[in-house]
């Protein structure tokens, strides 16, 4: 429904000067594997030999991690689902997983439960699907939202039946919530010990699942560091996307998300929304697109405006707008709102934009 009037940008060559260039939010995804029958537990289990953390492992791609502002991080779970295998001891665990990182962080990171999936910074929800995983062997995922060297939002999403299509029990439950709430926190990597709840494979027997000091010795590690060497230490975007070879619809939206993401950089408009569309086609209801998408049109429309092509940018902005509302990109969705509100005043449309005033009003407020 995007595709036509997508492609005026590179009719207008004058749309190259300009100026806007809204960042697009990244995407990064974490994923736990469900057990292989054959996994045999030979790894590193020599305990004596180990070192008290797997920092050095979780470090090599870069680092990232929640700003100390950020605190509390307020935590959404979603209850009274109707989603097939879901049981509500589901949120109690889930729950006692952020204690239980809490705890071990030692005062560094702190958790507050809300109602309001607007206010939350982490969102935890279910699927029976197992299309929704990047693989079909992944028990859960963490999709972790980076903004700059810092973490900006994540949405955990946890399968609730196994691979054969049983129900999950407590334990393994508690273990996929520890090992995604970990992901959520800037474990970005698996420890290579398997007894560690960060572990990537586990056994499917796993009694007693509760994290290793070695699980929380490396969280203290990562929220130890001062800023500046986090500064020096950005994570390398491209080596964390999905594989080529995986096609699951969420790894292809990733690989689509960060296509765009560069293309924005080079300020190619046309590509950015091409990239966009195809994702947004395969999955409609992902916020994080919707909003980049937004983002994109947004920008459209205000070289449209500049350009004095004024009913192109009116189409634009209409696209725009209500994909924005919808996502988690606030500041990008404030600044087109600002945009439209002056496109409306210069083309004598007061009335409509004293109501965009309102609501930049109301948004800035919340
Ligand atoms: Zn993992």
Known sequence: MFQQISKFIIEGSSAKTFHPAFVLSSLLVFALAFPSPSLTQTENTDNTKQADNYFNVISKA???RWPRSAMPLHIFIKSDDTTDGFRPVFVTLLEQAFSEWSAGAQNRLSFELTNDPDKAQILCGWTSDKNDMTKLTEGGHALVIPEGHNIQRVQITILTKTIADKDLSDQFFKRVALHEIGHALGITDHSPNPTDMMYGNPPF???????????????IALYSLDQETINHRAINMANMLPDKDNQSNLARIIRLNAEAAKAMQT????????????????????????????????NCAVVASIIHQTQRAQIYFNQALPLLAKGPNRENYLSILRFYESFLRSNGKLDEADKIDKTIETLSNR
């Open 267 to 298: 300020k190619n408009l046309t590509l950015a929304v091409e990239k966009l569309e195809e994702a947004h086609n395969i999955d409609p209801n992902n916020d994080l697109i919707n909003s980049n998408l937004g983002s994109v049109y947004g």
């Open 205 to 219: 027997n796993t009694i007693n699942c509760t994290l290793t000091d070695r699980d929380k010795n490396t969280l």
């Open 62 to 64: 870069g680092l990232l």
